[in-house]
């Protein structure tokens, strides 16, 4: 059998003890029997092999006993010596709080204090010391069972032997200094919306302040003609739409002090703070942009088709969008990319019920996102999944992607209501977001009033544009959707 031995230093060997000559005698016996059992002259009964496996088990026992006796001893003299110091070092003698009360008694127990109930029947078995080093040394779950139930033994001994004195953590004279609280270094950031609208439109670089896009406004026509008929012509006609690119920035001012000594690095969380600030609010300029001082939005772009909802009901609502997906591929000869639509609405559109009060399960799981560690956005301000959410299921809308974005305005006012929103129901390859300069993050620490008030500034920006214009028909717009009407 395997038999763990604990490192023992290079010492002059002492004169052997009466256990360590007999496991020499009994090591020399049995080491004869097995030379004995594999001489192919000898006589190879059962009654040797049984005498042999015999021998084998009390060496083994007798070795382990050995092992546990050193180590025993190895901690005794270990904390005599430290007994010798101030009584306060007692507790240095085991790696925790917690093993220091089952040092304390141990070092008791050679003192002569005498054991509670609960203890003595713990020393029967093995000693402290050895439950000690397999728990923590060696890592032995069994054994840290074990060294739990000493400890829990040694509490309920103090709490006898010192008179049943109440201290207690409540109260910081009675104990409660004494009590170190934990911090978690684990910063719980502020859940903000995302930018999940931005993994569906087009990127186009560009290196200009000012770009033109080409627009074919007519097309021409073809016709079956007779022989020597005249046949069909008709003038392309091309326009184009004009995008101005904008600078979207943000600054951050923190004090060098906390550049210094924040844990985890407060830089890290600046520079990421700052990214899905940009990101975020470029999703909110992709659909309610207004156009001034900022790109303009799909919601208020020439051209896109807006069709008011027929009424709040649920299932109005998807009457409606079904609709408005088959007039896009009407007026566009294509299928959307996605629909978008609040939180809130699809919250209202999920409660649809049947006459008989059934839920009717609109939309289908497309599958589940892989979430970053706690499940917060990726620092470009989008989830993995692209849907928005830090979590849950993906969800599809009749086959085609649905994007709950939080920056789809639930406030728009509409005749006498101030609190409506809109549903797009669009082919986002066809809105492009224009990039002069992607997001880039300069640190200084002595621009403005930063160096003579010991600060350093973090300044993100971007410079960019979007347009919805090209392709409006690519576009269909449900507005007027309010809160929930039931049904």
């Known amino acids: 059998m395997a038999i763990d031995t604990a490192p023992v230093p290079d010492m002059q060997s002492p004169e052997p003890d009466a256990l360590t000559l007999e ?3 009994l090591a020399n016996k049995t080491g004869e029997i097995a030379a004995y059992l594999q001489d192919a002259r000898g006589n190879k ?12 088990e009390q060496l083994a026992k007798l070795t382990e006993q050995q092992q546990q006796k050193s180590i025993g001893d190895a901690v005794e003299a270990y904390l005599a010596n430290k007994d010798a110091r101030p009584r306060k070092l007692e507790f240095d003698a085991t790696d925790t709080a917690a093993d220091a009360f089952a040092s ?50 040694n509490l309920e001994a103090l709490n006898e032997r010192w008179g049943g004195k109440a201290l207690a953590e409540g109260s910081t004279t009675s104990g409660g200094f004494l009590v170190v609280p934990q911090y978690i270094q684990e910063l719980v950031l502020l859940r903000r919306a995302t930018a999940p609208l931005l993994d569906y439109v087009r990127m186009v670089p560009t290196r200009s302040n000012l770009v033109y896009v080409p627009t074919q406004t007519t097309v021409m026509t073809v016709g079956w003609t007779a022989e020597n008929a005249t046949k069909p012509s008709t003038d392309e006609v091309y326009g184009q739409i004009a995008v101005n690119i904008f600078t979207l920035a943000g600054i951050a001012k923190i004090s060098n002090q906390l550049l210094e000594d924040s844990t985890p690095s407060v830089d890290d969380v600046i520079r990421q703070d700052l990214m899905r600030g940009l990101n975020i609010e470029m999703d909110r300029v992709v659909i309610n942009g207004s156009g001034t001082g900022q790109g303009t939005g799909i919601l208020n772009t020439s051209g896109v088709t807006v069709t008011p909802a027929t009424d709040q009901n649920r299932a109005t609502i998807v009457d409606d969008t079904l609709a408005a997906i088959g007039r896009l591929q009407a007026a566009y000869f294509g299928s959307p990319d996605a629909i978008v639509m609040a939180p809130r609405t699809w919250t209202k559109l999920q409660r649809a019920k049947d006459s008989t009060g059934r839920l009717l399960a609109i939309g289908t799981v497309a599958g589940y996102p892989t979430l970053n560690m706690p499940g917060l956005p990726n620092p470009t301000g989008s989830t993995d999944s692209g849907t928005g959410l830090g979590g849950g299921p993906q969800w599809s809308f009749f086959g085609y992607p649905l994007v709950i974005d939080a920056n789809m305005p639930i406030n728009l006012t509409v005749a006498a209501n101030s609190n409506r929103s809109s549903i797009i129901v669009g082919a986002f390859r066809e809105a492009w977001l224009l990039t002069r300069d992607d997001i880039r993050t300069d640190v200084s620490n002595v621009a403005g009033t930063a160096f003579e008030t010991n600060q350093t500034w973090f300044r993100s920006e971007c410079r960019v544009g979007f347009t919805a214009a090209r392709l409006p028909t690519a576009f269909q717009v449900i507005s007027d959707e309010g809160p929930d009407a039931g049904t």
């Open 23 to 25: 496991i020499r005698n």
């Open 45 to 56: 009964s059962a009654a040797v092999r049984a005498e042999y496996e015999q021998q084998k």
């Open 104 to 153: 304390r008694n141990y070092v008791g127990l050679k003192s002569g204090i005498p054991l509670s109930r609960r203890q003595t029947e713990l020393n029967r078995g093995e000693s402290w010391a050895y439950v000690l080093y397999r728990a923590r040394a060696r890592s032995d779950p069994a054994y840290q069972a074990k060294l739990w139930e000493w400890e829990t033994a």
